[in-house]
Nanobody
Framework: QVQVVESGGGLVQPGGSLRLSCEAS????????MGWYRQAPGKLREMVAT????????????KYGGTVKGRFTVSREHAKYTVYLQMNNLEPDDTAVYYC????????????WGQGTLVTVSV
């Protein structure tokens, strides 16, 4: 199986920056996509950014949700299943619980979620 653990949330002022980390363990060679989703109070969970396999290159193709493009960057630590979300120019509307997600396949589909980390953007 696969497990993911997030870290790095906290309180930040508008315009500030934070970096979230997500480390996968277990059957990591089965993973073909890792990414970040968020859920604000009273709203549906939405995709923030994902990294997926592109051909033979592991976790190299990035995709972003419309509201974070240009401000957030998703990246992967070389040769590891650790994914980062660098968040710059944070806005109050970015306040949410951020969840790491991993998709994989090993004889059957795998989907796992982290426990979530709270990001609060406020003065």
């Amino acid at each position: 199986q696969v497990q993911v653990v997030e870290s790095g949330g906290g309180l930040v002022q508008p315009g500030g920056s934070l970096r979230l980390s997500c480390e996968a363990s277990g059957l990591t060679e089965s993973i073909y996509e890792m990414g970040w989703y968020r859920q604000a109070p009273g709203k549906l969970r939405e995709m923030v950014a994902t990294l997926s396999n592109a051909g033979l290159t592991t976790l190299s193709r990035a995709k972003y949700g419309g509201t974070v493009k240009g401000r957030f960057t998703v990246s992967r630590e070389h040769a590891k299943y650790t994914v980062y979300l660098q968040m710059n120019n944070l806005e109050p509307d970015d306040t949410a619980v951020y969840y790491c997600n991993a998709l994989g396949y090993d004889a059957a589909s795998i989907e796992v979620w982290g426990q979530g980390t709270l990001v609060t953007v406020s003065v």
